[in-house]
């Protein structure tokens, strides 16, 4: 008998999962530590603040003007991850997210993949019963493609109406 039929763990083997790095998750470097940050046209923002966060100190903020273009961060994650460690899995983006005024757009997060047809996975929350409250928002990837040179996460507002929204606390989870 070999030590793997006696043992019998060979059965429940379980391979590790590999970990997603995000740069600056809670936005406690209070600055864009990482992240690229684009505020909308006409008087649109995207800046770290520290006005009412989930947690810690600082958090992102995000304002829509009605007839201004997305407010939006991102970040590829190929400069603090191995992406080739990820071809072929799943994750969940999330984010802890709370809209702040009515009425209000919409927020979007979005996993695009740099380098390959595949395109992106993108979900939308709108605000709901949820004003002025931080409520968690997720979106879960497709198998990453064999072609992906890099993958980009994307928190955004919706291009509809105006509003205001903070995001922080921002995890990505294999699956």
């Known amino acids: 008998m070999g030590f793997a039929k006696v043992m019998g763990w060979y059965r429940g083997l379980v391979l590790a999962k590999p970990t997603i ?15 690229t940050l684009t505020a909308g046209s006409l008087g649109g923002e995207c800046s770290v603040l520290s006005i009412d966060p ?10 829509k003007n009605q ?17 080739a460690k990820l071809i072929g899995r799943i994750f969940t983006f999330t984010v802890w997210g709370k809209a702040i005024s009515v009425p209000t757009t919409a927020l979007q997060l979005q996993i695009t993949y ?6 992106a996975t993108v979900a939308t929350f709108a605000y709901g019963v949820n004003l002025g409250v931080y409520t968690k928002h997720s979106v879960t990837s ?4 064999t072609d992906a040179t890099d993958i980009r996460l994307f928190v955004a507002t919706s291009s509809a109406n105006s509003g205001r929204w903070r995001v922080d606390d921002m995890t990505a989870v294999v699956q």
Request: no cysteine.
């Open 21 to 35: 790095i995000i740069p600056n998750p809670g936005w406690e470097s209070g600055d864009e530590g990482g992240w």
């Open 67 to 83: 007839f201004g273009g997305q407010s939006f961060a991102y970040v590829n994650l190929g400069g603090y991850n191995s992406i």
């Open 114 to 119: 740099i380098g390959s047809a595949q395109g």
């Open 142 to 145: 497709v198998p990453i493609p």
């Open 54 to 63: 989930h947690s810690g100190a600082y958090h992102l903020n995000l304002l």
